[in-house]
């Protein structure tokens, strides 16, 4: 079987076998870290950045979560909700 071919395209990043163990590896090593550590240290392997510099550390989250839907891996629970209030509707009358 050729690992070097591309399974997946994610956010601009081709995806091969040697890429999807190398994410698992990673997972299960810093599973208690939480997804932003993880994502953190998979963009800093890939030497993944934005032109100004940062990692794309956003772009590799929507990445494990779109492998974690198609059944490739599965992620750490978040350590932290995000809580989003709708706003208010203006009530006067």
């Not at 932290?80 to 009530?91: N, V, W």
Request: glycine residues 4%; positive net charge.
């Amino acid at each position: 079987m050729d690992t070097t071919a591309s399974v997946y395209q994610i956010r601009g990043r081709s995806l091969n076998q040697n890429d999807l163990a190398e994410i698992r590896l990673v997972t299960a090593d810093h599973w208690d870290q939480g997804r932003t550590a993880i994502s953190r240290i998979l963009c800093q392997r890939w030497q993944w950045r934005q032109p100004n510099g940062q990692l794309k550390d956003m772009a590799c989250r929507a990445l494990l979560l779109a492998l974690e839907k198609k059944g490739e891996l599965n992620l750490p629970p978040r350590l932290q909700e995000t809580f989003r209030h709708p706003r208010r509707a203006d009530r006067r009358s």
